[in-house]
């Protein structure tokens, strides 16, 4: 797209902003395709969570997977799912160990409690949530992340390990002869522990999204006493608002 090109939409034209990003490319090329069509693009995110245990005995875990639709399973409060009419265009991809010890009932939080939740990017023995179960959340980041849409794979096999991060700072370690633990890990970037994903992937609200970590084995698994556990996906790029037709359409065209 040349610097200062015209992109036609119903409320008038848009002239595009010159692409120094990828992520402004991505924009532009979104906006050439929907704008027309009424489609208002936005920066954006999704949020998809996945209780790792709703019970405090033991259970095994193989294989976390995640509703992405606004309409699938029971939504959690800090979720943000894709709406049926809309779709997304996926830029980057961050992984956290979501969670919060002191709650009422094991694996069971409230929406306040699920509210307060803290997002951690390796499993920290030193956090409530987490304690004793280092090693076995340890078994997520040796697995590895796919996305299925209909009947097509497109992400087969994203490496766990990429969104692992220990910074040198780490929540209840004690630096100093007679110092206080620390209360917070370090968080050194805006979305740590995120990557870029390339090529683009839009997802579609009228599709069938499956998205999954597969573990290297079972693993049993017990939620540490009055505390929750949440594996938590986080999709940024943005937000197509009412493309789910509009892209049906395009790719039937292209076919």
Known sequence: MRFNSRIKAMGGDILAAKAFSRKQAVFNEKAQQYAGQGVITTPGYLRLETLLSTVG?????????????????????TERRLKLSDTFTITGISFYLGGLGGI????????????????HTFP??????????????????????????????FLDSVPMRQF????????????????????????????????????????NG???????????????????????????????????????TVQRRVQQRLR
Request: glycine residues 8%; charged residues 15%; contains cysteine.
């Open 57 to 77: 005995t033991a259970t095994s875990l193989n294989q976390v997977t995640f509703n992405t639709l606004d309409t699938s399973g029971t939504k959690q409060p």
């Open 104 to 119: 009422g009932t094991v694996g069971a939080p409230t929406a306040v409690e699920q509210a307060k939740e803290e997002l």
């Open 124 to 153: 920290n023995t030193q956090v409530a949530c987490i304690g004793a179960m280092s090693d076995e959340l340890e078994a997520l980041y040796n697995g590895y992340l796919s996305l299925r849409v209909d009947t097509t794979t």
């Open 164 to 203: 692992y991060r220990v910074g040198d700072v780490q929540q209840g370690t004690i630096f100093a002869t007679g110092g206080t633990a620390t209360n917070k890990s370090g968080f050194y970037s805006a979305m740590y522990g995120r990557n870029e994903l390339l090529p683009t992937i839009e997802l």
């Open 206 to 244: 009228q599709a069938n999204i499956e998205w999954s970590i597969t573990l290297p084995t079972s693993i049993p698994y017990t939620q540490p006493a009055t505390s929750f556990t949440n594996a938590v996906l986080v999709l940024d790029g943005f937000l197509n608002q009412g493309a789910a």
